[in-house]
């Protein structure tokens, strides 16, 4: 029972262009959101986050979007850069809880 | 400053065989949480420590495995015996336990039980 689903495994843009990567989730207890990135041979890292009193956050070439009543939310990355390569998390979390709940990820591939 | 570290990064053993996975925080982060990712089930949440205190261990998968923190800068997370499923990258990860705080992850551990 997937409480989060990231549902593309692997998505491939152009550099330059604007990539889109989903989340979508079934609890509408999670009121926190992260992304994280992750490189091969290395652990997640930090990208971004939202609260769910915000509908977006921007941070340079990062932006997120929340939709509550879809219980979807978005990182646009934009433009994309070949060091973008990685794969992506969303993860969630309720109530102040430390507790994170990941999906499976998405590859993104930005190509030169 | 140093982030996270664990050991060993590689890790090959036979079925049945006790495994051994060590991690140190970063100094002064008071939670500790050890994560298991696989394909099939992704990144997923084992256990948790607050000040060495283990308060959520609901996604420890079996009685086979246990974790550990003996003090601040140091946890192990113990797998006897060890079986082909168990197979995965084991990471772990630190944070303060403030509202909100970022987690910061280790390199992770790559297991493959033969």
């Known amino acids: 029972d997937q409480q989060v689903k990231q549902n593309s495994p692997s998505l491939s843009v152009q550099e330059g262009r604007i990539s889109i990567l989903n989340c979508d989730y079934t609890?509408?207890?999670?009121?926190?959101f992260l992304w994280y990135k992750k490189y091969p041979a290395e652990g997640p890292t930090f990208l971004i986050s939202?609260?769910?009193?915000?509908d977006k956050n921007e941070d340079g070439r990062f932006t997120v979007f929340l939709n509550k009543s879809a219980k979807h939310l978005s990182l646009h990355i934009g433009p994309s850069q070949p060091g973008d390569s990685a794969v992506y998390f969303c993860?969630?979390?309720?109530?102040?809880?430390?507790?994170?709940?990941f999906g499976k990820g998405t590859k993104l591939t930005v190509n030169p | 400053d140093a982030g996270v570290i664990q050991s060993p990064r590689h890790e090959v053993t036979e079925m049945g065989q006790e495994v051994t996975l060590r991690c140190k925080p970063i100094?002064?982060?008071?939670?500790l949480f050890w994560y298991r990712q696989t394909m099939m089930r992704g990144l997923e949440l084992l256990i948790y420590?607050?000040?060495?205190?283990?308060?959520?261990d609901s996604g420890m998968p079996e009685d086979r495995f246990s974790a550990k923190m003996p003090n601040a800068s140091f946890s192990t997370l113990k797998i006897q015996p060890s079986e082909p499923r168990d197979s995965a990258v084991y990471f772990c990860?630190?944070?303060?336990?403030?509202?909100?705080?970022?987690?910061?992850f280790g390199p992770g551990t790559r297991l493959l039980v033969l």
């Open positions: 990860a630190s944070s303060l336990a403030r509202f909100r705080e970022t987690q910061y």
């Open positions: 609890n509408s207890m999670f009121d926190y």
């Open positions: 939202i609260s769910s009193i915000k």
């Open positions: 993860s969630l979390t309720q109530g102040g809880s430390e507790k994170l709940v």
């Open positions: 100094s002064g982060h008071n939670s």
């Open positions: 420590f607050n000040n060495n205190v283990p308060i959520d």
